[in-house]
């Protein structure tokens, strides 16, 4: 149960990373800001790396049960939700110049 509560604290944090960082994937500086597409892409970035770390948990716990699209739509649907916060920060909340 632990294992559950730790995916979810790491997508919550996930999923903001790319509003709050004006790195490129997270490594290359920005010359201007950063556009919505880089933040996109590192949005689906990290959803891959959480669900692969998510794999990997499972499999230590027990045979991995293999997932068809649904759960990998729900899941990414859910992802984007938790992105919200950050979204709203960056682009809605945010004054300019800060």
Known sequence: MNN???LCGLALIAANLPFFFERIIFCIPAKKVKGFHWRLLELVILYVALGLLARVLEGRLSPVHE????????TFAMFIVFAWPGLVWRYFWRKSGV
């Open 67 to 74: 997932q068809n699209w649904p759960f990998f739509v729900t």
């Open 4 to 6: 559950v509560y730790l």
